[in-house]
T-cell receptor
Framework: QQPVQSPQAVILREGEDAVINCSSSKALYSVHWYRQKHGEAPVFLMILLKGGEQKGHDKISASFNEKKQQSSLYLTASQLSYSGTYFCGTEISNSGYALNFGKGTSLLVTP | DGGITQSPKYLFRKEGQNVTLSCEQNLNHDAMYWYRQDPGQGLRLIYYSQIVNDFQKGDIAEGYSVSREKKESFPLTVTSAQKNPTAFYLC?????????????FGNGTRLTVT
């Protein structure tokens, strides 16, 4: 089941903050976040695990609400380099099944 | 440097022909994956393999086939049975240590079938 991401797109000025959400209808074991720039491969940002353990990336942080099966990605003081499409990938159990990705959130940071 | 190599970057084929996309990794990763990316659709899983000589279907496996004869290689064949094969194809790999490790992606192959 593909997780649902919101918003679909967001435009920010440099220095502004943004939140991207990822929701699943299934109980989640972990949530991954990736960023893809146009024409390039997705790049890993972080993993959030059931139980609260988080592995971060620079100034980008995230949360994982196990009760709501939701994760949110927080981008603070955005930089031009934050522009790209952000994908969440969800794992519904620690069974070795591959990630299901959302449709992505397009983020554009302008000067 | 370790990484994942997908070739070719662009591929053009006539309708009705099978085509094989190459994916090689030298990261010593156990698991490998194929995703298809269409505009506005995110990444959809085609096939994945956790060990050599074993693979499982993903959500959109129809019209595709794979093999995993070597740990380093996971080629994807797009068959003539795939009704809409034109897309961007991404290969990825990861380790498996009981907790999923990050996926490392290749740079993709853009397939155009006319």
């Amino acid at each position: 089941q593909q997780p649902v991401q919101s918003p679909q797109a967001v435009i920010l000025r440099e220095g502004e903050d943004a939140v991207i959400n990822c929701s699943s209808s299934k109980a989640l074991y972990s949530v991954h976040w990736y960023r893809q720039k146009h024409g390039e491969a997705p790049v890993f940002l972080m993993i959030l695990l059931k139980g609260g353990e988080q592995k971060g990336h620079d100034k980008i942080s995230a949360s994982f609400n196990e009760k709501k099966q939701q994760s949110s990605l927080y981008l603070t003081a955005s930089q031009l380099s934050y522009s790209g499409t952000y994908f969440c990938g969800t794992e519904i159990s620690n069974s070795g099944y591959a990630l299901n990705f959302g449709k992505g959130t397009s983020l554009l940071v302008t000067p | 440097d370790g990484g994942i190599t997908q070739s070719p970057k662009y591929l053009f084929r006539k309708e009705g022909q099978n085509v094989t996309l190459s994916c090689e990794q030298n990261l010593n990763h156990d698991a490998m994956y194929w995703y298809r990316q269409d505009p506005g659709q995110g990444l959809r899983l085609i096939y994945y393999s956790q060990i050599v000589n074993d693979f499982q279907k993903g959500d959109i496996a129809e019209g595709y086939s794979v093999s995993r004869e070597k740990k380093e290689s996971f080629p994807l064949t797009v068959t003539s049975a795939q009704k809409n094969p034109t897309a961007f194809y991404l290969c990825a790999s990861s380790t498996w240590t009981g907790v999923y490790s990050p996926l490392h992606f290749g740079n993709g192959t853009r397939l155009t079938v006319t």
